[in-house]
């Protein structure tokens, strides 16, 4: 059973072409599997600058098949040829496809590098299909591996002291642009900002604005969630009715809902005919909350993901090299485990076929002799003297396998016992739990 991905992210393309391949991101996964023998599981991770496949397939000779339908059922949802939705993902198999997601669940691989909200996604990303039922077992001990990973970069490097996040990025540059120095703690004291949706990034977006002093906050939801959204975060619920007022009296805008229905420049003109305010709008969603032509309006500053990448800070190399130390290092220990993982069959058939020669000799030894306390220690040091000759066997199997050798270990089996490892039934997808801690995005 082999690991694969496909990845397409803003490092390789742009966010418009990114937000286009990931339009039905969630549903790529159960319709892949419902379609396809060779694929025994699949995850989707998107993000505001990323969309990545993670799925396993039966054997390397089907990795090729697999990834075809997934391509097919991505330019289905996305309405991109397959030939452009193919050249725009970069397929990864082998030691690649842990590198990767471990860089990626660290932040190594952000637009704004360190970046803990990513990690939070990663989780959501498996959790989503763990309640689907397209998570396998290999996939669900990567994803938790990666999680894992982003703990340790962040507890042992000064990335995750840092703290830093689209959101707070996007933040720090909006203090800037009205003419407030960034981590004061209370530069966004006495601002009004209207914030568009409920999800995650609203909420990242809420808690740092309310950390900075932000007192006025307001916030609209098409879909209606807006009053559950405030409930437990604080701020003001908007409706239809209620959201012009408060978009005419806003100070900052900021979009993270990603829906269908954009904000129009004319709209803003309309709305805020006659205030003479300047306006900072922060469009967060990959989709674009704003029209790009708000940006020529008179008074109006507007920042999206692409401004917030050109203004990410550079980390400091020693730190990078920390954390990358710490990624690579994770991610050998994955693929080992993955190698011993593969040889656990015949470890299994060896100790299945000893014990049964050695239950038929136990059974011999009590019908000569009766359950009296001789048989019984007869039985104790036969099974002893098995377990110690099942060590040796058990622990070069698992050398073997790290090295690569497995099949030398397989053919040694069947010549010296007769034993045929049979390839391992599909697993049902799991539903063990992924790591408990709260989200941070």
């Known amino acids: 059973m082999v690991l694969f991905s496909l990845v397409a992210s803003h490092a390789e393309i742009d966010l418009e072409t990114v937000a286009r391949l990931s339009a039905g991101a969630s549903e790529v996964p159960l319709s892949v599997l419902g379609r396809q023998q060779e694929i025994l599981g699949a995850v989707a991770l998107a993000t505001c600058n990323r969309y990545e496949i993670y799925a396993e397939?039966?054997?390397?000779?089907?990795?090729?098949?697999?990834?075809?339908?997934?391509?097919?059922?991505?330019?289905?949802?996305?309405g991109l040829s397959e030939h452009t939705v193919s050249r725009a993902f970069e397929t990864r198999s082998g030691p690649a496809v842990s590198r990767h997601l471990f860089a990626v669940s660290a932040g190594l691989d952000s637009a704004v590098v360190g970046e803990r909200e990513i990690a939070g996604q990663v989780r959501r990303a498996l959790t989503g299909a763990q309640q689907d039922s397209t998570a396998s077992p290999a996939l669900v001990r990567l994803f938790q591996a990666a999680s894992k990973t982003a703990k340790d970069v962040g507890a042992r490097t000064a990335l995750g002291s840092r703290g830093l996040s689209i959101v707070s990025v996007a933040l720090d540059l909006a203090a800037e642009l009205r003419g407030g120095p960034a981590g004061t703690g209370a530069e966004f004291s006495g601002s009004r900002v209207v914030i568009f949706g409920t999800g995650a990034y609203a909420g990242a977006t809420m808690a740092q604005l309310t950390g900075r002093g932000c007192s006025d906050i307001s916030v609209f939801s098409a879909s209606g969630r807006a009053q559950t959204f405030v409930a437990t975060r604080g701020g003001t619920a908007l409706s239809s009715a209620?959201?012009?007022?408060?978009?005419?009296?806003?100070?900052?805008?900021?979009?993270?809902?990603?829906?269908?229905?954009?904000?129009?420049?004319?709209?803003?003109?309309?709305?805020?005919?006659?205030?003479?305010?300047?306006?900072?709008?922060?469009?967060?969603?990959?989709?674009?909350?704003?029209?790009?032509?708000?940006?020529?309006?008179?008074?109006?500053?507007?920042?999206?993901?692409?401004?917030?990448?050109?203004?990410?800070?550079?980390?400091?190399?020693?730190?990078?090299?920390?954390?990358?130390?710490?990624?690579?290092?994770?991610?050998?220990?994955?693929?080992?485990?993955?190698?011993?993982?593969?040889?656990?069959?015949?470890?299994?058939?060896?100790?299945?076929?000893?014990?049964?020669?050695?239950?038929?000799?136990?059974?011999?030894?009590?019908?000569?002799?009766?359950?009296?306390?001789?048989?019984?220690?007869?039985?104790?040091?036969?099974?002893?003297?098995?377990?110690?000759l099942l060590h040796i066997p058990t622990v070069r199997a698992r050398e073997l396998a790290v090295a690569g050798e497995q099949d030398s270990y397989l053919a040694g089996l069947e010549a010296l016992y007769g034993i045929t490892v049979q390839e391992p039934a599909a697993s049902a997808p799991a539903q063990c739990p992924v790591d408990p801690a709260a989200d941070t995005a």
């Open 57 to 78: 397939a039966r054997t390397e000779d089907d990795v090729d098949a697999a990834r075809a339908a997934v391509i097919s059922r991505i330019s289905e949802s996305s």
């Open 242 to 388: 209620s959201l012009e007022g408060a978009v005419a009296a806003a100070d900052i805008l900021i979009g993270c809902s990603g829906s269908e229905h954009r904000v129009q420049a004319a709209d803003i003109v309309r709305v805020r005919s006659e205030s003479e305010q300047p306006l900072v709008i922060l469009d967060l969603a990959l989709t674009r909350d704003f029209d790009p032509a708000v940006a020529e309006l008179e008074g109006v500053e507007l920042l999206t993901l692409e401004s917030v990448r050109l203004a990410a800070p550079s980390e400091q190399a020693e730190s990078m090299s920390q954390a990358a130390d710490i990624v690579a290092k994770a991610a050998d220990s994955f693929e080992e485990q993955q190698k011993v993982r593969s040889v656990d069959g015949a470890i299994v058939a060896l100790r299945r076929h000893t014990m049964g020669v050695l239950d038929t000799e136990i059974a011999r030894v009590r019908a000569q002799h009766g359950c009296t306390a001789a048989a019984e220690e007869v039985e104790f040091a036969m099974r002893r003297m098995v377990k110690s």
